[in-house]
């Protein structure tokens, strides 16, 4: 789908020293399953180059340019990496939470969020951990989450509720999420960075991994992702992670970059990055499509639904393993 400019050869060899010709598929699989456990720094300088057995070479160059540093991108790549779903990477990948929106001319789901339920990283029924960050009065998708018995801690400081039991498992706090502890000084909202979150909950749900944490908080997420890498957060508590990112049409190029770049890290399975989140899902938001400056006018999408799933519960062998 994407032409990318491959950027070396390699020969996968299975079961020691046998060199194997496999299928499309499975290669494709191959391929993906394995970016992770491969420093991104090493695939940009060219140390490590890979290639497969494929009948489609296209389904390999598909990959190759989304490693490439994001201040060396164009505009066009990178609305391919932001497109990028790399959905093969989750066998049994799920909607959570949508309801029917009309409006500006268009009748669409909304309000979902895709879920992989891969079993060494789906939520368990009745035994799971789910952090919702960005309500704005539309609880589908954590009343989806509650349909599947987990414990959904809600947030959003925008609707002006007090902290409240919503339901039997939802549980609302009239808190945001953000970068550092402390009041938003536009509005005066209480702010607290996702670790100073998860310290106040421990006593209501343990010292357990979140299976889902959620967020559409309005460009904020820039701020957050770099802090919960920073922290650890993400690597040590969170097992999937599903955030609408945001951009502005007359964002200039080095935003875009800039931006791309905290997701490379986020994906990065570098030993010196704490990412080593896999991404599976990528969708537009269809209420979100404006002629872009970057792009001279032409028109793509300024909001986009991305989920990944932390490598660490989910290792590239089991991946493999699954896909057979």
């Known amino acids: ?51 497969c057995h494929t009948r489609d070479d296209d389904s390999v160059r598909a990959i190759s340019a989304l490693w490439s540093l994001a201040q060396s991108m164009s505009a066009e790549e ?40 891969d079993l060494p990283v789906s939520p368990v029924y009745n035994s799971c951990i789910v952090y919702s960050f960005g309500i704005n009065n539309q609880w589908s998708f954590d009343k989806a989450m509650s349909d599947f018995r987990c414990k959904v801690y809600s947030f959003d400081p925008s609707m002006g509720e007090e902290d409240h039991d919503e339901s039997q498992y939802i549980h609302f706090y009239n808190l945001g999420l953000a970068g550092k502890n402390g009041r938003d000084p536009s509005n005066g909202w209480k702010m607290e960075t996702a670790s100073s979150i998860y310290q106040k909950l421990l006593p209501y749900h343990g010292s357990v991994a979140i299976d889902i944490f959620k967020m559409d908080i309005e460009f904020s997420e820039w701020e957050v992702i770099p802090e919960m890498l920073k922290s650890g957060f993400l690597a040590n508590h969170v097992k999937q992670l599903a ?41 537009p938001n269809p209420w979100l499509q404006r002629e872009l400056s970057i792009l001279n006018g032409k028109k793509d999408y300024i909001g986009l ?12 062998k089991l991946v493999l393993q699954d896909a057979k």
């Open 243 to 283: 955030v609408e990112i945001h951009f502005d049409p007359n964002d200039s190029l080095a935003t875009f970059r800039n931006r791309v770049h905290i997701l490379q890290k986020l994906e990065s399975a570098s030993p010196s990055d704490a990412g080593h989140f896999i991404r599976f899902s990528s969708r």
């Open 305 to 316: 639904e991305l989920a990944w799933y932390n490598s660490r519960y989910y290792p590239a």
């Open 78 to 117: 990178i609305f391919r990496y932001l497109h990028w779903t790399n959905s093969i990477s989750c066998l049994f990948a799920v909607d959570f939470g949508f309801f029917i929106r009309n409006g500006e001319g268009l009748a669409a789901p909304d309000g979902h969020k895709a879920i992989c339920l």
């Open 1 to 51: 789908m994407y032409n990318y400019p491959w950027v070396g050869k390699a020969t996968f060899i299975v079961k020691g020293t046998r060199s194997m010709a496999i299928s499309h598929w499975r290669c494709f699989v191959l391929v993906l399953a394995i970016i992770p456990v491969i420093s991104v720094t090493k695939w940009i300088v060219g140390l490590q180059q890979f290639s």
